[in-house]
């Protein structure tokens, strides 16, 4: 993969393979660049099956991207239950759920007109 000169396509590594170090499941990258208004470049949004596995996730997920590219988050909002847990790296905003709580929430359905790729674990 070509990385861009500004970091995002090493970010957006870094973040998936800090979900994956924790087994995070169903992980979806949403490129939102093409729509103008946007908060955002990039969603990844991914689910665990407890509390601890989000908890453990978000976790993993700031130690690599941290360890790969020296980036802390903008910003963190939902540690105090782990149900749903956002990490603002400014261009890649992460949102970690838990299951019930992604059914609920429903993201991509906000999104529908963006591009999506499902991520794979390149290590199993």
Known sequence: MIKRSDGVDVLLESVVKGIFNKK???????????????ITDFFIICNGNSV???????????????????DKPLHVEGL???YW??????????????????????????????VFEEMKDINT
Do not use: M
């Open 80 to 82: 105090e239950n782990c």
């Open 24 to 38: 995070g499941h169903n992980v979806l990258k949403i490129d939102l660049r093409k729509f103008e208004n946007r």
């Open 85 to 114: 847990v956002l990490l603002d790296y400014g261009d890649v905003i992460v949102h970690i759920f838990l299951q019930e709580y992604r059914n609920f929430y429903n993201l991509e359905s906000l999104w529908s007109d963006a």
């Open 52 to 70: 601890t596995q989000v908890d453990s996730i978000c976790d993993s997920v700031e130690d690599t991207v941290r360890q790969d590219t020296g």
